[in-house]
């Protein structure tokens, strides 16, 4: 069975074609027992390759370009980093009409957060924190413009044509609202960072509530930090983003900033994926609760 797509582009994958590439490729894994991973990542499809390895085949030609930065720069970073990031152990050639390099990665033990439900959200909050405090603080010499690396305001456009078309769904005016704060905010006056920019339940792992592995760097490189700050409305319950936020470091304008990103990542989310990705709409409409409730509290 291929994987579910969810775009007409995306490549047909299934076990099949993962036991040939592999098979091919690399020979001395050939026979180790595969199982999808059933996940709702939108980039990539992923396979566990015997106990201890990983195969992630990109959906689409976009994600394929993310491959030469995954293999090079999350390894670079890794020794500077409080967890376990991916740890790639070869990469994978165009092969058997997939049309795009691929990955063999270690395996990384933990499960996906349920968003904002953790056993010990205030534990995990400050791991998340020095995440991205340390990751921040790790020399950007030569670092690559993360995929989310524009100034919050050219998003402009997106998030309030997603806002209009999801007015059955959210209460518009409190969303833009909340979106109109965060273009008031004063913009990112220092250097460009290091930032995953993508910190969600489907890109960290956690084992006994604490955080154990960051994973999916395609998002990867340098930009504002305030973008990593969505960690707080995707992964934190209200108790405990007061906790991530001193540990960040975030000032007011950070925090409003990180809030619009987190907003302007969740309405696209949900606008495309409420049909064809379950998981990831609930956690969009999730992120866009949060958000909403703690525009009113603050109010």
Known sequence: MCARKL????????????RRLVDAQFPAWAGLPLTEVVSAGTSNAMYRLGEDMAVRLPRLAGSAQDVEKEHRWPPLLAGALPVAVPT???????GEGYPWPWSVYRWLDGANPAPGRTPEPTLLAQDLAEFVSVLQRVDPTGG???YRSEPLAERD???RAAI????AELDGDAATAVWESALRAHGWAGPAVWIHADLQ???????????????????L???DPAVDLIAAWYLLPAGAREVFRTGSGADDDAWARGRGWALSVALPELQHYRESNPVMAAIARHVIAELLADDLAAA
């Open 157 to 159: 456009e997106v998030t």
């Open 221 to 223: 490189g340098l930009g």
């Open 144 to 146: 690559p413009a993360s």
């Open 201 to 219: 339940p489907g890109n960290v792992l956690v084992t006994d509530g604490r955080l154990s592995a960051v994973i999916d760097f395609g998002c």
């Open 88 to 94: 790639p152990l070869g990469k994978g050639a165009p």
């Open 164 to 167: 209009h078309e999801l007015r």
């Open 7 to 18: 775009r007409p582009e995306e490549a047909d994958i299934d076990a099949s074609l993962v």
